[in-house]
């Protein structure tokens, strides 16, 4: 199977920057997507931004300009994407998750695996 592993959360004040690590690893042949999304308390998942194989990227409007989304692929057996956070805010107190896209041998359409989530914590 796939094993999603996200690090990196805490606290900061506003104004602040963190950076979000997560790591992808298992029998799969190729990943498609790998994204964040952050959840608020009783609330849905979001999307924050997204990477796809092609390298292209994409942000929500409330992030863009201040977050920034990279990987490194396959380094010691395993797939990470980091999300560099900057200008922190309040509102962007959050539970990160990180989801990876991927496909296995043999072709098929893409899965998606998740972590367990990291809290991001801001503070005014």
């Known amino acids: 199977q796939v094993q999603v592993m996200e690090s990196g959360g805490g606290s900061v004040q506003a104004g602040g920057s963190l950076r979000l690590s997560c790591a992808a690893s298992?029998?799969?042949?190729?990943?498609?997507?790998m994204a964040w999304y952050r959840q608020y308390p009783g609330g849905l998942r979001d999307l924050v931004a997204v990477?796809?194989?092609?390298?292209?990227?994409?942000?929500?409007a409330a992030v863009k300009g201040r977050f920034t989304i990279s990987t490194i692929s396959r380094d010691n057996a395993e797939d990470s994407v980091f999300l560099q956070m900057n200008s922190l805010r309040p509102e962007d107190t959050a539970v990160y998750y990180c989801?990876?896209?991927?496909?296995?041998?043999?072709?098929?359409?893409?899965?998606?695996?998740w972590g367990r989530g990291t809290q991001v914590t801001v503070s005014s």
């Open positions: 989801k990876t896209s991927v496909k296995f041998v043999g072709g098929g359409r893409a899965h998606d695996f």
């Open positions: 990477i796809h194989s092609s390298g292209s990227t994409d942000y929500a």
């Open positions: 298992g029998s799969y042949s190729s990943i498609d997507v």
